[in-house]
């Protein structure tokens, strides 16, 4: 069988095809098929709002033909609202804008093929933010180091609803500095 030829396809606040939050909430599904119980990913949809309404909303879809298999997105964060702060994280520079990653996603038939990081350095690749930050359960060490591996570093841990699990807050320079981000407390 030949490898599949995957499109990233862009698109950002504003030009949302119809359908394209239904695509967004059905490959989640397939993707945490087996946590579908938990109240937490339950309410994926209402994060699919909070996201895609916010003003500077980007999105790369990976298709398979016409097949979604995976997804990052996230915004800008506005200044003074960079929730990463709470962890005493200072950059090194003084860089502030920050874009959040909010999802990383791929459907089980299309990973361990590389097709997560092609998803985030295509989301990241033209933004003009001083930093990216994301949050990673705490309880996936795996994921986290994949993550260090992209040139995140881990800051602190933070715990953003009452059902959620605990993050480990993580942060990357994307401007100024090719070195990991140190922690400053």
Same mark, same amino acid.
């Given at each position: 069988?030949?490898?599949? *030829? ?11 095809a ?13 993707a ?15 994060? *699919?709002?909070?996201?895609t ?18 997804? +990052? ?8 609202? $960079? ?18 990653? !909010? $999802?990383?996603?791929? /459907?089980? /038939? ?7 990081e092609?998803?985030?350095?295509a ?5 003009? $933010? ?5 949050l ?16 995140? +570093?881990?800051?602190? $841990?933070?715990?953003?609803? +009452?059902? !959620?699990? *605990? ?8 401007r100024?500095?090719? &070195?990991?981000? &140190? *922690?400053?407390?």
């Open positions: 069988m030949e490898p599949s *030829v995957i499109d990233l396809r862009h698109f950002q606040y504003g030009d949302l119809e359908g394209f939050r239904q695509m967004l909430i059905d490959v989640h599904a397939d945490y098929a087996d946590q579908l119980d938990d109240p937490f990913h339950q309410r994926f949809a209402w994060f *699919v709002d909070h996201w309404g916010m003003d500077g909303f980007s999105c790369v879809v990976a298709y398979d033909g016409e097949e979604p298999a995976g997804f +990052a997105y996230g915004a800008p964060l506005a200044p003074g609202r $960079e929730w990463w702060r709470s962890t005493g994280y200072e950059p090194a520079h003084g860089q502030t804008s920050t874009y959040a990653v !909010s $999802e990383v996603m791929v /459907r089980p /038939r299309w990973r361990k093929q590389g097709l997560s092609r998803l985030h350095e989301l990241l690749k033209e933004r003009p $933010e001083d930093l990216a930050v994301l990673v359960d705490v309880t996936h060490p795996k994921v986290q180091a994949l993550y260090e591996s992209w040139g995140y +570093a881990k800051t602190g $841990e933070q715990q953003p609803f +009452a059902d !959620s699990p *605990v993050y480990s807050v993580m942060v990357r320079e994307l100024g500095s090719d &070195s990991r981000p &140190s *922690v400053h407390r």
